[in-house]
């Protein structure tokens, strides 16, 4: 009897974990649907205004600003969904500024600035914003065959320079987080830092010393 127990208990069990792998599998879906769905939304209104507007050079920052603004200002409605959002929110904006022969690298920078200001303004984590930005804009580049290099140096620099507005410590915790996710960042995060440190060196020559030794042993 202990045995057929046994055998029992380890049907159910097994059950239980092809059930929550079944639900994983299709919430997985369901966001990866979700998050194109972003995409595309993004992707079109920023071409379409743009587009409107007949001046690409000088809307995109400021288009691009908007939409990001948007974007975390309805995740904060919400109440969820920010650090999923954003890649897909950054990744929509390169592509549709791409779309109509606009500035990416401008672009790139100035989403992931914009993610890591507005994100702290919320009171969100600026690393793991910047890290899911960073990773969108380098998702759309190789998706529309650009520079990736040239792009993710632009888009780490952009979060550095945000993260310096707020102070040492999201500087410093912004380039670990990018340094961790993000491949090919380490020595594009490392010579981005030192340039920030050096601004906030006068307020505190310690602390700047101390993060751009940190950023050049990364």
Same mark, same amino acid.
Do not use: C, W, Y
């Given at each position: 009897?202990?045995?057929?127990?046994?055998?029992?208990?380890?049907?159910?069990?097994?059950?239980?974990?092809? &059930?929550?792998?079944?639900?994983?599998?299709?919430?997985?879906?369901?966001?990866?649907?979700?998050?194109?769905?972003?995409?595309?939304?993004?992707?079109?209104?920023?071409?379409?205004?743009?587009?409107?507007?007949?001046? @690409? %050079?000088?809307?995109?920052?400021?288009?691009?600003?908007? @939409?990001?603004?948007?974007?975390?200002?309805?995740?904060?409605?919400?109440?969820?969904?920010?650090?999923?959002?954003?890649?897909?929110?950054?990744?929509?904006?390169?592509?549709?500024?791409?779309? @109509?022969?606009?500035?990416?690298?401008?672009?790139?920078?100035?989403?992931?600035?914009?993610?890591?200001?507005? %994100?702290?303004?919320? /009171?969100?984590?600026?690393? @793991?914003? &910047?890290?899911? %930005?960073?990773?969108?804009?380098?998702?759309?580049?190789?998706?529309?065959?650009?520079?990736? /290099?040239?792009?993710?140096?632009?888009?780490?620099?952009?979060?550095?320079? &945000?993260?310096?507005?707020?102070?040492?410590?999201?500087?410093? &915790?912004?380039?670990?987080?990018?340094?961790?996710?993000?491949? /090919?960042?380490?020595?594009?995060?490392?010579?981005?830092?030192?340039?920030?440190?050096?601004?906030? %060196?006068?307020?505190?020559?310690?602390? /700047?010393?101390?993060?751009?030794?940190?950023?050049?042993?990364?």
């Amino acid at each position: 009897m202990a045995k057929e127990d046994s055998k029992s208990g380890a049907g159910g069990i097994s059950e239980a974990g092809t &059930a929550v792998k079944d639900g994983i599998v299709s919430s997985l879906k369901g966001i990866n649907e979700i998050e194109a769905e972003i995409v595309s939304l993004v992707r079109n209104t920023v071409s379409n205004t743009l587009r409107a507007t007949g001046a @690409v %050079a000088t809307e995109g920052v400021t288009v691009t600003r908007d @939409v990001i603004k948007g974007a975390l200002q309805a995740t904060e409605e919400v109440g969820t969904g920010l650090t999923l959002g954003i890649k897909s929110v950054a990744k929509g904006v390169i592509m549709g500024v791409s779309d @109509v022969g606009g500035d990416v690298l401008v672009v790139a920078n100035q989403a992931v600035k914009g993610a890591v200001t507005e %994100a702290a303004q919320i /009171g969100a984590d600026v690393a @793991v914003v &910047a890290s899911r %930005a960073v990773n969108g804009v380098i998702e759309a580049t190789k998706e529309i065959g650009g520079n990736v /290099g040239e792009v993710t140096q632009a888009a780490v620099e952009g979060a550095v320079d &945000a993260a310096g507005t707020i102070g040492h410590t999201a500087v410093r &915790a912004v380039k670990d987080m990018l340094v961790g996710f993000v491949e /090919g960042v380490k020595d594009v995060a490392g010579a981005a830092l030192p340039g920030s440190s050096e601004q906030d %060196a006068p307020e505190k020559k310690t602390g /700047g010393a101390s993060t751009t030794k940190a950023g050049k042993n990364k």
